[in-house]
């Protein structure tokens, strides 16, 4: 079975900030990790994905997020926090080799205070 | 852009009527395609995996009858809310990926659908 935990029911920072939103996963196989980007009333905007190679990884709008084989983790970051930033994040994952069933994490609501 | 489409993003019912959700991928062929459910200020729990010309597969605990998922073609799939209740209120979500991309590991959602049983 594979699970995420996103340990964070809601992180506040300051615009111009930087910015961690955690997650964590548990998966038999090779991980397959994504961060996706919910805005209000809207559905889920894809962010970015590790599948293999480089640990970090960068994705849309200045997000990037660092996987961590040893501690199981894969946590969101951006150096310097928007307003427009202020969303909620789910982090997935989904076992590479067992189809393309994906677990998402509870979700972090992420607010940037001008 | 959007690479999968759903329709309609907002729809109102009353008790006891059916409503049928579509989820289309545009300009690829989704074999499977996924339906999740979303209740407020929760995160997102699948519902029932769609697959092209065969039986739909079912999460534990969600009702086959109740929420008939239809994957007639390779671009669409559909779900319907039979006999909706007001407790089916939800924002429901469906997702698809195109494995013949570069980049096909990656799984794009649909908009959502929000729907509201009075």
């Known amino acids: 079975a594979q699970s995420v935990a996103q340990p964070e029911d809601q992180v506040n920072v300051a615009e111009g900030n930087p910015l961690t939103v955690k997650c964590t996963y548990s998966?038999?196989?090779?991980?397959?990790l994504f961060w996706y980007v919910q805005y209000p009333n809207r559905g889920l905007q894809f962010l970015l994905k590790?599948?293999?190679?480089?640990?970090l990884v960068k994705g849309s709008y200045g997000f990037e997020a660092e996987f961590n084989k040893s501690q199981t983790s894969f946590h969101l970051k951006k150096p310097s926090a928007l307003v427009s930033d202020s969303a909620l994040y789910f982090c997935?994952?989904?076992?590479?080799?067992?189809?393309?069933?994906?677990?998402f994490g509870g979700g972090t609501r992420l607010m940037v205070k001008p | 852009g959007a690479v999968v489409s759903q329709h309609p993003s907002w729809v109102i019912c009353k008790s006891g009527t059916s409503v049928k959700i579509e989820c289309r991928s545009l300009?690829?062929?989704?074999?499977?395609m996924f339906w999740y459910r979303q209740f407020p200020k929760q995160s997102l729990m699948l519902m029932a995996t769609?697959?092209?010309?065969?039986?739909?597969?079912?999460e534990q605990g969600v009702e086959k009858d109740k929420f008939l998922i239809n994957h007639a073609s390779l671009t669409l799939s559909t779900l319907t809310v039979t006999s909706a209740h007001p407790e089916d209120s939800s924002f429901y979500i469906c997702?698809?990926?195109?494995?013949?991309?570069?980049?096909?590991?990656?799984?794009?959602f649909g908009e959502g659908s929000w729907l509201t049983v009075v």
């Open positions: 997702s698809a990926r195109d494995p013949l991309l570069e980049t096909g590991n990656t799984i794009y």
């Open positions: 998966v038999s196989g090779n991980p397959y």
């Open positions: 590790y599948i293999t190679g480089d640990n």
């Open positions: 997935a994952v989904r076992d590479g080799g067992a189809g393309n069933m994906l677990t």
């Open positions: 300009d690829f062929q989704a074999t499977t």
């Open positions: 769609s697959n092209e010309g065969s039986k739909a597969t079912y």
